[in-house]
């Protein structure tokens, strides 16, 4: 709402946005990046998913409604001037650990040491991109900040990145950009964070891990990126705890996991980037955001009609709240995502089963009676009642949701099966998958091809 405040003010009409009192920090910092610092807010007291109904009447007559009335009778507190250093200045002095300190201090770290950006080690990751340093890559809430090239490489300096990562770091913070992914949404309540997913040559050319521990720390390629990713999301976007970041519990970045593409062409399957419109044997990263997820030990069987009873019900007992996204809140835009070990998807390929089979029967299978999806929604959504044969009747989601008027009838977790994203990786021998509780729409997936030449990166 604070948006529509902005809008409201900037015509000269006066507003007044009602902001619960654990959010009164991130209205300021929000209002700030919105470009009219102190817009008016009143506080509601508490939380209201947590007060009775009389409980919140009374808090709202005897504090909300008297904030609301002094910020439609009145104008917003003057701003100060507050000016930003210049991406060249020099903004600390020192040795290591009073660079380190000064930074932590201005809250430019994550709490881990970082490598000093200094003007020479900015300079050698520029010079491995064709790109203008000045040239914005985009504007990125919740501080409107511009992403310039020179800001990538300064991140990419204080992650212990390598110089020759930085045409990785230009393609993340492109889909960053990206309006379909949705970056403003980096520090709401479920506290999800983002998986970097990599294809193409760059793999093997920069070393990444895509076998056994690839969700581990430890390989410099994969855990400087993933740290990046966080540092950029602190330092430019904006996203600070306690002020733009609102994670209740929050996640902690994560580390690049590369595909298995030596298995995915063996196999005759699409690499994800494929499946995210990449030509084949493009260089790609693909991001996507998710609250959290779930190992799955032992899948057993000698086929894929055998292994698949675990992967069906690993899968419907992953999601519950994120289902919004399927039906409610982002129209469709649910993504689940499987990584599978290597053996697991040979074994299914042996059969002939193409990367579009395994999806398929996901859909199919992965299912549960329409009874329990609507009361998830019910209970979710906050609205008193779901119909789905409503829904469908009014247009707004897919026949498959009703087939019948049978309240017991299976319905799917998505709309369609190539809803469901699979990435081959991990240890070659072990019989696992790892499923991702996706966002939908608070964190959509997007794909960047890599540009190792400079040139302007296409989807």
Known sequence: MLRASAAAEGAGVPSSTLVCEGFLGLAAAASVGLGLPNLPVARVVGHPGVQSKEMLERNVLDVTLEGVMNNLLSAPAAAGADREPGARDVIASGNFDEINDAFYASGLSDGLPIIPPTREKVEQFLRRTDRDPDESLGNLLPDSRAATVW???????????????????VALIEAMADPAYGVEHSGNTPGGETLIILNGPII???????????????????????????????????????????????????????????????????????????????????????????????????????????????????????????????????????????????????????????????????????????????????KPTWNLKAEHEAGRIPRVFHESDDPGRMVPLVWKPEDYMIAVTGDLTRNSVYIFAHNGVLGFPVARRIALSGSRAAT
């Open 204 to 382: 093997r050319q920069l070393g990444f891990n895509y076998t056994q521990g690839v969700m581990r720390d430890g390989f410099r390629p994969n855990t400087s990126i993933g740290r990046f990713w966080r540092l950029y999301l602190r330092n430019v976007a904006g996203f600070l705890p306690h002020k733009n970041d609102k994670a209740t519990f929050g996640n902690t970045w994560r580390v690049v996991v590369a595909e298995n593409e030596d298995v995915v062409r063996k196999i005759g399957w699409t690499a994800v980037s494929e499946d995210m419109g990449c030509a084949a044997g493009d260089s790609a990263v693909t991001i996507a955001r998710y609250t959290g997820g779930n190992h799955i030990s032992s899948v057993s069987g000698a086929t894929p009609e055998a292994m698949m009873p675990y992967l069906h019900d690993a899968m419907v007992r992953q999601y519950s709240w994120q289902l919004m996204f399927t039906v409610g809140q982002g129209m469709g835009t649910l993504r689940p995502l499987m990584l599978v070990s290597p053996i697991i998807a040979e074994t299914i390929a042996g059969w002939g089963w193409s990367k579009r089979d395994l999806q398929r029967h996901l859909f199919d299978h992965a299912r549960m009676p329409a009874r329990e999806f609507e009361r998830i929604l019910r209970d979710w959504t906050q």
């Open 151 to 169: 800001s990538v490489a300064v991140n990419g300096v204080m992650a212990g990145c390598r110089p020759e990562y930085m045409p990785v770091l």
